[in-house]
């Protein structure tokens, strides 16, 4: 009886420790539910996903990195990069008398094409070179930095057209008491009329990647030799896959979310900046972690990511309702990820050899 009930205390911790995510989350709007005025608002909602899109890009590009047991910490610098090269990119588009969507479009798909470049160097480092994962993308990191704040130097791109506010910031569905729903473009209405905005443009736009790659992870060859990378290298290359051309493809994909993330900015702020996710390299690494990836490799699931990315959106957006400075959430996040590492420690079966 005793054995039984030692087994069945065993079997209550281990699924406590499985779902201590979901139960930190609750735990965590329960808390800045009764703390934080105002925080049970269809604003405060709107405001955790928006400032939380880039946070989610890099996450997803980071798990995968994770997942075959690397780590990529060039992500912030590259994402940085992205916005200053997509916005320099539209600015000269548009002043050489292209439409203004077509100058966005164009800038918006070179950029993309172009932040593949650094995940392939890295790729090319740890897979042909045998560089670490750390090394390299650490180096890249200094490399992406350095160009940025070289474009920066040669002048900084202003006057982004005006179409690109729109989008940045513009709402995919909006709601008005008299004609219902609209997309797109904000109804007319009389005054003293409410016009509820509902689903922001670049929410939409992230998780319509996220999406992809959820699906490319779960329903793909391609997430099936990622998880056997991370599983096992050796027996991955003794089935047949070519590893060192998946790292690269790992790597690249890594970069280019990062850059994705970098035109999401440039399109909330109508701006570009050198270290505009230099901070968020610790909260993607920290989203994958929270969500239930290994740092050793071989788990981790798109949409565990994502609520550990939503975590720390809640977090940091709970804790500027208080008034409480932003560093306080640097330190809340360090200490999270800790317990997140030890949680797998402990309870290594908390973390998924599947694709669930």
């Known amino acids: 009886m005793q054995s039984l009930m030692t087994q069945k205390n065993k079997d209550l911790l281990l699924r406590i420790g499985k779902q201590w995510a979901v139960i930190f989350f609750v735990a965590e709007l329960i808390f800045f539910g009764l703390t934080a005025k105002?925080?049970?608002?269809?604003?405060?909602?709107?405001?955790?996903?928006?400032?939380?899109?880039?946070?989610?890009?890099?996450?997803?590009?980071?798990?995968?990195?994770?997942?075959?047991?690397?780590?990529?910490?060039?992500?912030?610098?590259?994402?940085?990069?992205?916005?200053?090269?997509?916005?320099?990119?539209?600015?000269?588009?548009?002043?050489?008398?292209?439409?203004?969507?077509?100058?966005?479009?164009?800038?918006?798909?070179?950029?993309?094409?172009?932040?593949?470049?650094?995940?392939?160097?890295?790729?090319?480092?740890?897979?042909?070179?045998?560089?670490?994962?750390?090394?390299?993308?650490?180096?890249?990191?200094?490399?992406?930095?350095?160009?940025?704040?070289?474009?920066?130097?040669?002048?900084?791109?202003?006057?982004?057209?005006?179409?690109?506010?729109?989008?940045?910031?513009?709402?995919?569905?909006?709601f008005a008491q008299e004609s219902g729903f609209s997309f797109f473009v904000r109804p007319e209405v009389a005054r003293g009329v409410k016009v509820f905005e509902l689903l922001p443009n670049v929410v939409v736009m992230t998780f319509i990647l996220v999406a992809i790659f959820a699906f490319v992870l779960k329903r793909t060859v391609f997430g099936v030799h990622t998880y056997a990378i991370g599983g096992n290298e050796d027996s991955a290359v003794r089935s047949g896959i070519n590893v060192k051309n998946h790292i690269m493809k790992i790597y690249m994909l890594s970069s280019f979310l990062a850059a994705s993330a970098g035109v999401i900015y440039m399109l909330k702020y109508v701006t570009g900046k050198a270290d505009a996710g230099a901070s968020l390299l610790l909260d993607s690494i920290a989203a994958v972690v929270i969500g239930g990836a290994s740092l050793s490799g071989g788990s981790g699931t798109v949409w565990k990511a994502i609520l550990g990315a939503v975590i720390i959106a809640v977090l940091e957006t709970g804790l500027r309702i208080l008034g409480i400075p932003t560093f306080d959430k640097y330190i809340m996040v360090g200490v999270i990820l800790i317990f997140a590492v030890l949680i797998d420690q402990v309870f290594p079966e908390t973390t998924y050899k599947d694709k669930e």
């Open 38 to 174: 105002g925080f049970f608002t269809v604003n405060t909602f709107q405001i955790v996903l928006f400032f939380g899109t880039a946070i989610m890009l890099m996450a997803v590009g980071e798990l995968f990195v994770i997942i075959t047991g690397g780590i990529d910490l060039s992500v912030g610098y590259v994402m940085g990069l992205s916005s200053i090269v997509s916005t320099k990119l539209i600015v000269a588009f548009a002043g050489s008398g292209l439409p203004e969507l077509g100058a966005i479009l164009l800038g918006i798909l070179i950029t993309l094409v172009l932040g593949l470049i650094p995940g392939m160097i890295n790729g090319l480092l740890i897979s042909r070179l045998n560089v670490p994962p750390f090394i390299a993308t650490f180096s890249m990191l200094g490399i992406s930095h350095g160009v940025s704040e070289l474009l920066i130097t040669e002048g900084a791109a202003k006057n982004l057209p005006h179409m690109a506010n729109v989008i940045g910031n513009g709402h995919f569905l909006y």
